[in-house]
């Protein structure tokens, strides 16, 4: 008896094997077993069969069984069996009963044999997988070590311990090349479910990588006392990181640097000698970007908080270690701050000043017909428009040196002829286009815009509401509109297209169910009807 039921005990006791090594549930396993018998018990049975296999958790006894379905009229032969046919064997039985009948146990040949292993072991790979991704998918942004498994075409496999993670190649640092059995670090980017399993995609490229292992070399950072902020990376080659010390006592720069450079020289070492930049962090954007510029100086500084630009002035000679190699320094800096910068040299910066003060000055004596003394004038006092002048104070005007009331009334009359003047222009210009008038009604563009729209053949509010962003952008200058503006317009010009759809009807719902029979054969018919049924 011993002996017997010996076998059976064997089967429970691999199960606990292959659960302890694969790091799965053992009921798992015997799911993957049980599976297995049963691809073996159709394949010598007769895979048209319903053949079921059970492992007692116990003591391992294998039950084979063959189930018939009750059932009202019989579709399949051999898995069903009518309820009149069912209850000549046993009048207690129902429909959707099913018949069990014991089966005598297999005797594996060789070929079921290892059937049944491919099976187990499928089983058991994909109840592995899952839990590796079920360990795996939280743990995404953390800094893992691994072990070499193999190389191919670039990609590296690091064995994890419990899982294996995926270094593609675009996620190396350049130059960077690994051996099997080698020791390496990397940062979990992503984990995600594939065709081919769970798959933990790792990156040593990734800006975070280089924040996980500050986190790790300076100990102020990990207590929290100091935040990195941003960061900025050319991989292998150069990086800009930002700290913010919140303790007033302890200078953020100062400690992740290190005794010495102890500290940042770890990180250095890890990251392949790719030098490193550690600013400190500002609220104040301004301040930011010329940290961020550093090692160059910077003069001047410019913010245009609406196009999210900021134009940085240097002294001719600082310019090329602004820009930096192939445009390294300031495209991190970019990076590092969120703003795109704009670099020019004192000159430069002082030939478009003079450029923009000689044509306003113009724009001022052609509009206003006055002299170029007082063209220049206004301008220094920041006015950049003849409508700005028009709609002004009385005493912004008043307040300019050698301008009184006479002279400021003057010149406010004087605007306003001229932007009266420039309207019939347009208007004259808008007629002779042919420019449809639910355009010139729209808010959000002036006269002057829908003009150069109907030069551009835009000429009615759907040609406009059909444009995208870009080429808003393009026809009425980049200097009009931001891409977030332009967007708000286009898709207010859209919203009379919605405007039937959305509106609800007064009519009684009879009416409105016949006109849904009336118009509703188009191939938009289910929208109009659920519409329609909602408004009712």
């Known amino acids: 008896m011993e002996t017997a039921t010996q076998p059976k005990l064997e089967l429970i006791q691999v199960a606990d094997v292959v659960a302890r090594e694969k790091g799965i549930e053992r009921e798992e396993v015997l799911e993957a077993m049980e ?25 391992g006894e294998i039950r084979l069984t063959r189930c018939t379905e009750v059932v009202e009229e019989v579709e399949e032969e051999v898995r069903q069996i009518t309820l009149g046919e069912a209850q000549k064997r046993d009048p207690a039985l129902a429909l959707g009963d099913f018949i069990v009948e014991p089966l005598p146990p297999i005797d594996f040949g060789r070929i079921a044999a290892q059937t049944a292993k491919q099976v187990i072991v499928q089983e058991v790979r994909r109840a592995e997988r899952a839990r590796q991704f079920e360990e795996y998918k939280d743990r995404v942004s953390e800094t893992v070590n691994g072990i070499v498994k193999r ?27 690994f051996r099997n059995g080698d020791r390496v670090r990397a940062y979990i980017h992503d984990v995600r479910e594939e065709q081919r399993g769970p798959q933990i995609f790792l990156s040593r490229t990734h800006p975070q990588f280089m924040s996980a292992l500050f986190q790790q070399e300076v100990p102020e950072i990990y207590d929290g006392i100091i935040e990195i902020k941003s960061v900025a990376r050319d991989p292998g080659s150069r990086a800009k990181i930002a700290v913010i010390s919140y303790d007033s006592s302890i200078d953020p720069v100062g400690a992740c640097v290190g005794m010495r450079g102890s500290r940042v020289q770890a990180v250095v070492g890890e990251l392949q000698g790719e030098k490193i930049d550690i600013i400190p962090w500002s609220p104040d954007p301004a301040t930011f ?3 961020a510029l550093a090692p160059a100086e910077v003069a001047k500084v410019v913010l245009d908080e609406e196009a999210g630009r900021i ?50 000055s113009q724009l001022f004596i052609d509009a206003l017909d006055i002299d170029d003394v007082m063209a220049h004038l206004l301008v220094a006092e920041g006015f950049r428009s003849v409508e700005e002048i028009a709609h002004t104070q009385m005493e912004d005007l008043t307040d300019i040196q050698g301008f009184d009331e006479d002279i400021a009334s003057e010149l406010q009359t004087r605007a306003n002829l001229f932007m009266e003047a420039e309207r019939e222009r347009l208007d004259g210009r808008r007629a002779e286009l042919g420019i449809a008038d639910d355009l010139v009604a729209f808010e ?38 931001d891409s977030e503006q332009a967007d708000a317009l286009i898709m207010a010009a859209r919203a009379h297209w919605f405007d039937d759809e959305e509106e609800p009807t007064d ?24 519409a329609e049924e909602t408004g009712a």
């Open 35 to 59: 599976q297995a018998i049963q691809k073996a018990g159709r394949s010598k049975y007769g895979h048209e069969h319903d053949i079921r296999a059970a492992i007692d958790r116990s003591n």
């Open 311 to 360: 134009e940085v002035v240097v002294p001719d000679e600082q310019l090329s270690l602004a820009i930096g190699r192939r445009g390294q320094n300031v495209r991190l800096a970019s990076m590092l701050s969120g703003w795109d910068i704009d670099i020019l040299t004192e000159a430069e910066e002082s030939e478009r000043r003079q450029e923009e003060f000689r044509s306003r």
């Open 151 to 177: 190389v191919e075409f670039g990609n590296v496999t690091v064995d994890l311990g419990r899982a294996e993670g995926i270094l593609r190649r675009d996620e190396l640092l350049p130059r960077e090349s």
């Open 507 to 530: 009519e009684a719902p009879g009416e409105a169910t016949g006109e849904a029979s009336g118009e509703g054969t188009s191939e938009d018919g289910a929208t109009d009807g659920a």
């Open 289 to 291: 970007v010329v940290n």
């Open 444 to 481: 959000g563009l002036s006269l002057a815009q829908v003009v150069t729209l109907g030069e551009a053949e835009i000429k009615t509010l759907d040609d406009f509401a059909d444009l995208a962003s870009d080429e808003v952008r393009e026809i009425l200058g980049e200097g009009a509109f």
